[in-house]
Nanobody
Framework: VQLQASGGGLVLPGGSLRLSCAAS????????MAWFRQAPGKEREFVAS???????????RYADSVKGRFAISRDNAKNTVYLQMNSLIPDDTAVYYC????????????????WGQGTLVTVSS
């Protein structure tokens, strides 16, 4: 699976952005997807994840720091996963990466087999 993240940019505090991650290659709908982020000088951290959507049931997981502000979704027909980010704060500034795994909606980055190249989100006034 090849992953291409996009949608990053500069946004004011309190603003919104929607990131997209387009997949190609093996059947996208077979994979569980996630977003991670890495801020300058910090380690990569989990943001959100979703299962592949069997029987149209999605199990989503969020980091405490983004609960109620971010929403992960996917469109298997378009081979794309999204991260809607609202009420952005400066601490959300980071490079955001999408990732895919075959095991589940998991926060542990070590289980992810495929990674996108990252898209930079900067929250600043």
């Amino acid at each position: 699976v090849q992953l291409q993240a996009s949608g990053g940019g500069l946004v004011l505090p309190g603003g919104s952005l929607r990131l997209s991650c387009a997949a190609s290659g093996r059947a996208f709908s077979n994979y569980h997807m996630a977003w991670f982020r890495q801020a300058p000088g910090k380690e990569r951290e989990f943001v959100a994840s979703t299962t592949w959507g069997g029987s149209n049931v999605y199990y989503r997981r969020y980091a405490d720091s983004v609960k109620g502000r971010f929403a992960i979704s996917r469109d298997n027909a378009k081979n794309t996963v999204y991260l809607q980010m609202n009420s952005l704060i400066p601490d959300d500034t980071a490079v955001y990466y999408c990732a895919a795994n075959s095991k589940g909606s998991i926060a542990d980055s070590s289980v992810y087999d495929y990674w996108g190249q990252g898209t930079l989100v900067t929250v600043s006034s």
